[in-house]
Structures are given as structure tokens and as C-alpha cells.
């Protein structure tokens, strides 16, 4: 999938734009000219929210009452529009025409990433961060992912308000739907980080080869035991908690640096690419799997990695079926050679083509 035309009015300082993006677009300019709103507004597209604000009303232009972002996306040879409308009490989101309530279609139709200054918390902040980042590859790569999650999910939900109120019949119960669906989800979730980390590990071994980096999982029980014998043995623990002690919901992507915790070893620097690694290789996984191009929106590339990586990075994109927006201040800080590139200079919510 690519964004062929984007037309964004009314967001932040971006009073009207209008772009035909290439396979890598740079937009470069000066702090506080737009580069990152640009990132944003299709971020708010694809997710209906934004990566830096949860409150709409700060992405809403100053003196108008709603923004808008549209956007003609080709996947395979067919072409689909896609628009969300935006104010401080409504969103309206439709795909060719056609309104749609969910928010999952809407992801559906735009696999993408944002890689910038936050994405450390990958690696930095707990197991809730990373299993969203398991979820939202797996909903991409597995066609029955979102629907068995839902499952789960109630399960666990239901489970838990049983152990709150020492229903102990009410929770047993919910627990044939909850190993069947936590089985599943394990098995998943295994296969899916066998796969990333074939496809991540010779970016860790260019950007990173002596700091030795593996990807691994807990699954969120016990190794030596399946969830139903967990489950049963600790049955008092769970009452006395009021809510379900094992199950994938518990589970945590690992990343490691020999023996240790990657971000015990590495150094700020190594962190960052680290995580971009990861996050590069995320996307190749979903391209090759979902047979469609992810979006990669890059924040301030030079702030995040020196000369020599960024030009790594940028080989690896021109290499693969993803479509990259990239910020940079300066024009001169990337080295892009795709027959495929454009370059948007933009000033005051201004974009111009550079040719």
C-alpha cells in the first residue's frame, strides 16, 4: 500500500496541503515549520489519533472547528480513498466513500510505524509496550489475530470480575475460553517472534554485532507448566487478587544483550538503534506477509542516528517494499539515491516539491 495523493487542511499550522508522495519522501525545513505535523496528520489517518496529542482540540488549526485528512492509497493495483474528519466531539471516518465504524478496517488499509525520539520505550517502559507492539504486528500478519484476541480478551474480563467477587464457579467457568484462546495466542505470538527475529537479526548484526542481540519471549505462565495446571495451582493467589494472574495478557517481548537486559548493557545510542532495527524489521515482516507496504513515518532521522547509519537506513528502504516519510532540518543530512524519492521543502505549513 502507498499514499499516492494526501491532502491535509486545517491541522495544526498546515492551513491546506496537498502532495503526490513517492516511494521515500523527505520533508526538510526549519524547527517548528511543520515536518512533524505532516508525520502526524497521517498518522491521524491511519489510527483516527495522533502520536503526540490525545486531546483534538490541539491539533485543530487555530479560529477553525475541525480538521481533515484525505488521502488516494494503491495496494496491489487498486486504488482506494480514504478520509477522517475530526472535531472536538465527532470523528467521521470513510474508506471510498463509505462510512466506516471500525477502527480496526480503518488500520487495516495503513500498516504503519512511527519511528522517532519515543520509540525507546520499546525498550525502556514495561511489558504493556511491547505486547501492543506484538498485537498491532500480529493483527497485521494474521488474518483471525483481531478476532481471537477479542476473544481472549472477554475472557480474561469476565474471569477477573468472577476472582473480584470469590465467584469461584464463575471463574471456572470462563476458564475452558480462556486456555483455548491464551493457547492459541502463545502459539502466535511464538511464530511471529521466531520470524522477527530472523528478519531483524542481520540489522542487529551490521548496526550492532558485538553487543550480541536476541529477541525472546515470556510467554506469561510458568515455562514447565501449560496455563490450565497454573491456573489450578494457583486458584487461591487469583482469588485473593481478584483477577487473573497468567495468561498471554501477562506476556513480555524480551530483548537481550548476551546474558543481560538490552537496555542494562547498551548505551543511549545503541538503544536508539536497537529499536529502530526492530522496528524496520516489523515493518519488512508485515510487507512480506500482508502483501502490503507499510508506511514508516520517521521523525528527525539525523537526531536519531549519526552520518554513517543513516545511510545504512536509508539502503535498507530504498531496498524494501515500504513507502518512508522522513523529517530532516536540513536538505543536505540525507543521502537518497531511489529513482523513487521526493523531497518536500515545507515553510510556515507551506510544502513545496523540490526537483
Known amino acids: 500500500m502507498s499514499i499516492r495523493r ?66 488516494e492509497v494503491v495496494n496491489q493495483g487498486v486504488t482506494t480513498s480514504a478520509a477522517i474528519e475530526r472535531s472536538s466531539g465527532h470523528t467521521r471516518v470513510r474508506i471510498d466513500g463509505r462510512d466506516v465504524r471500525s477502527l480496526s478496517e480503518l488500520a487495516q488499509h495503513f500498516p504503519l510505524q512511527v519511528i522517532n525520539s519515543e520509540s525507546q520505550r520499546l525498550l525502556l517502559d514495561g511489558p504493556k509496550v511491547r505486547r501492543s507492539f506484538l498485537n498491532w504486528t500480529m493483527f497485521h500478519v494474521e488474518h483471525d489475530y483481531y478476532q481471537l484476541w477479542h476473544r481472549y480478551d472477554r475472557a480474561v474480563r469476565q474471569r477477573n470480575a468472577a476472582l473480584k467477587a470469590r465467584d469461584l464457579r464463575l471463574s471456572k467457568a470462563w476458564e475452558p475460553e480462556l486456555i483455548e484462546t491464551a493457547t492459541q495466542l502463545d502459539d502466535h505470538r511464538r511464530a511471529l517472534i521466531d520470524a522477527l527475529s530472523r528478519t531483524v537479526a542481520p540489522l542487529f548484526e551490521r548496526w550492532l554485532p558485538e553487543e550480541d542481540l536476541a ?141
Not at 499550522?13 to 496537498?18: G, K, L, P, S, V
Not at 482540540?57 to 487555530?62: C, M
Not at 495451582?233 to 537481550?256: K, M, Q, V
Not at 515500504?322 to 543530512?333: L, R
Open 215 to 355: 529477541l525472546g519471549y515470556r510467554r506469561g505462565w510458568p515455562q514447565d507448566k501449560d496455563l490450565a495446571e497454573s491456573i489450578d495451582e494457583n486458584r487461591p493467589r487469583e482469588l485473593e487478587a481478584g483477577y487473573c494472574l497468567y495468561g498471554p495478557h501477562r506476556s513480555d517481548l524480551t530483548i537481550r544483550a548476551g546474558k543481560v537486559e538490552a537496555q542494562h548493557r547498551l548505551s543511549r545510542g545503541q538503544q536508539k538503534l536497537a529499536v529502530v532495527a526492530i522496528l524496520i524489521a516489523q515493518a519488512m515482516l508485515i510487507a512480506e506477509r500482508s502483501k502490503r507496504r507499510p508506511i514508516l513515518l520517521i521523525d528527525d532521522l539525523p537526531a536519531e542516528l549519526d552520518e554513517e547509519r543513516r545511510r545504512t537506513v536509508i539502503d535498507i528502504l530504498e531496498s524494501q517494499p515500504v513507502q518512508s516519510f522522513i523529517t530532516c532540518v536540513e536538505q543536505q543530512a540525507l543521502t537518497v539515491s531511489s529513482a523513487n524519492a521526493k523531497w518536500f521543502h515545507v515553510e510556515h505549513g507551506s510544502y513545496r516539491e523540490v526537483l
Open 6 to 71: 494526501l491532502a491535509v487542511h486545517h491541522f495544526r499550522n498546515i492551513q491546506q496541503a496537498e502532495l503526490e508522495p513517492g516511494e521515500i519522501n523527505v520533508i526538510f525545513g526549519r524547527n517548528a515549520a511543520g515536518k512533524t505535523s505532516l508525520l502526524e496528520a497521517i498518522h491521524l489517518l491511519g489510527r483516527a489519533r495522533s502520536f503526540r496529542s490525545t486531546r483534538i482540540e490541539q491539533l485543530i488549526q487555530y479560529e477553525q472547528e475541525k480538521v481533515w485528512v484525505r488521502a
